[in-house]
């Protein structure tokens, strides 16, 4: 159905889809028919737990700063009473 589909809009209107259709093919620079290997990442688990750590620590930092700020400008103030487990 969505085959039919498509060999109608082409068929129906060629010259606003062709641009579309042909320019989404990939092509090597120098003609080859394989594309070099792309680069290798050194560090890739190292980097990845550097930057989880260094987010988890800014974004605790950050609501850390925001609830001193909440607590005191009494906007938010946490009570003690929220342990009741009668």
């Keep these: 159905m969505i085959v039919s589909r498509l060999n109608h ?6 010259w606003k889809y062709a641009r579309t259709i042909q320019t989404s093919r990939r092509k090597s620079g120098n003609g080859d028919s394989i594309l070099p290997e792309p680069p290798i ?10 930057t989880v750590a260094t987010g988890l620590l800014i974004g605790a930092a950050i609501s850390k700063s925001i609830a001193n700020f ?3 400008n009494d906007l938010f103030v946490p009570s003690d009473d929220d342990d009741d487990d009668d």
């Design 9 to 14: 809009l082409l068929r129906v209107h060629p």
């Design 70 to 72: 909440l607590e005191e």
């Design 41 to 50: 990442t050194r560090f890739g688990l190292l980097g990845i737990m550097a």
